[in-house]
């Protein structure tokens, strides 16, 4: 189970790169249960409008991520995205399935 | 290095899903030098427009992925995306980088 942000291309990437990595990531470091971040920056885009950034964040199972979502860690996070992401982000969960590659 | 697909709410979820499992993904199951797919499905939006499903098709390195980008697999999968995700799909280049989580 995972809390998916996807950010928007920023007016001011230097400005946003900064508030994301220098105080939104340490805020949300400090949630519980949170077990792993993957952060993808998008380099091109072939096909559609293309994003800026992505965040993938994993917790244990549901329950876990519930927890996480009501503490006062994620309020104090979510204020902070809020004071330089509003209107850039779109947050969702996520459930994973891999597909099993053939061996080449 | 991965591609990675965005797909907004399709109109008809079942349609898509039978097009995108049914065909698409075993034709890009075909194409060479792709090491994992992760297919992550979207259950609730919290912030911003959500989305119905996310591919990340990852590939060992960028050279990798230039060959697979050029390859008649590609172009086979480009097309048939093209069929039933026209409108629906950002594709996009990714790069990863992982924040190491403190232990709990």
Not at 25 to 40: E, H, R
Not at 85 to 96: D, I, K, S
């Given at each position: 189970?995972?809390?998916?942000?996807?950010?928007?291309?920023?007016?001011?990437?230097?400005?946003?790169?900064?508030?994301?990595?220098?105080?939104?990531?340490?805020?949300?470091?400090?949630?519980?249960?949170?077990?792993?971040?993957?952060?993808?920056?998008?380099?091109?885009?072939?096909?559609?409008?293309?994003?800026?950034?992505?965040?993938?964040?994993?917790?244990?199972?549901?329950?876990?991520?519930?927890?996480?979502?009501?503490?006062?860690?994620?309020?104090?996070?979510?204020?902070?995205?809020?004071?330089?992401?509003?209107?850039?982000?779109?947050?969702?969960?996520?459930?994973?399935e891999k597909e099993p590659q053939?061996?080449?």
């Open positions: 189970m995972k809390l998916v942000a996807l950010y928007k291309q920023p007016p001011d990437p230097q400005a946003f790169d900064q508030e994301y990595f220098g105080t939104h990531l340490p805020l949300m470091n400090k949630v519980p249960g949170l077990t792993q971040t993957i952060i993808t920056r998008f380099s091109r885009t072939l096909m559609g409008e293309g994003l800026y950034l992505m965040t993938e964040m994993y917790f244990t199972d549901p329950a876990a991520m519930k927890v996480a979502m009501k503490s006062p860690e994620m309020a104090t996070a979510g204020e902070n995205l809020n004071s330089f992401a509003a209107g850039l982000v779109t947050l969702m969960f996520g459930e994973e053939a061996s080449r």
